[in-house]
């Protein structure tokens, strides 16, 4: 059965800190990851990763993917409070663009 | 934000009656989901569409249908709702099976 974990599943940090997310997957004939960012609110999308494009950056968030080792981290440097969220991961296979989602990692910055 | 819309946003319905939940987008996107999000289990699909009339089961379909007339307008239907039915449900769209977008979700509570 497919299956994406997420870790940890909570983390606690100062602003300015800098996190790593993980994410590892085991889905039958792997074609991307996807990272989300979820305010109570609905998921906003961060990063796709592929076997064509396996790092991504965009200002202090950066994401690589291993396909061989079959997991990819998202790290956040010099967190803020804006960065407090849960993060999700998930895995879509070649066909029937199901996406399988981790529960999340939950993120909280403390000023 | 992508042109997604969710109705209701809320609902509260008793055990046994019949619930409906629309999407609506206005990006003419190919493919529409829709999942459902619990503690514990993260999103998780139950049906997904890629075209007009052209729908498949995800992980969770038991106890849910759907219907596609329209390019825009993605409908879940629960026959005969249960308590274990209550959740967030969240609609996402995609052009391609790549990076979904997410509406704003509806919480729905079966007492």
């Known amino acids: 059965e497919d299956k994406v974990v997420q870790s940890p599943l909570s983390l606690v940090v100062h602003e300015g800190d800098t996190v790593t997310l993980n994410c590892s997957y085991e889905v039958t004939n792997f074609r991307s990851l996807l990272w989300y960012k979820q305010e109570k609110k609905a998921p906003t999308f961060l990063f796709m990763l592929?076997?064509?494009?396996i790092e991504k950056k965009s200002g202090r968030l950066s994401s690589i993917l291993d396909k061989k080792e079959l997991f990819s981290i998202l790290n956040i440097t010099a967190t803020q409070t804006g960065d407090s969220a849960v993060y999700l991961c998930?895995?879509?296979?070649?066909?029937?663009?199901?996406?399988?989602f981790g529960t999340g990692t939950s993120l909280t910055v403390i000023p | 934000d992508a042109g997604i819309t969710q109705s209701p946003r809320h609902k509260v319905t008793e055990t046994g009656t019949p619930v409906t939940l629309r999407c609506h987008q206005t990006e003419n996107h190919r493919y529409m989901y829709w999942y459902r999000q619990d503690p514990g289990h993260g999103l998780r699909l139950i049906h997904y569409s890629y075209g007009v009339k052209d729908t498949d089961k995800g992980e969770v379909s038991d106890g849910y249908s759907v219907s596609r007339s329209k390019t825009e307008d993605f409908l879940l239907t629960l026959e005969s709702a249960t308590s274990s039915q209550t959740s967030v449900y969240f609609c996402?769209?995609?052009?391609?099976?790549?990076?979904?977008?997410f509406g704003p979700g509806t919480r729905l509570t079966v007492l």
């Open positions: 996402a769209i995609s052009r391609g099976g790549y990076e979904q977008f």
């Open positions: 592929t076997s064509s494009g």
């Open positions: 998930a895995v879509g296979p070649p066909t029937g663009n199901q996406f399988y």
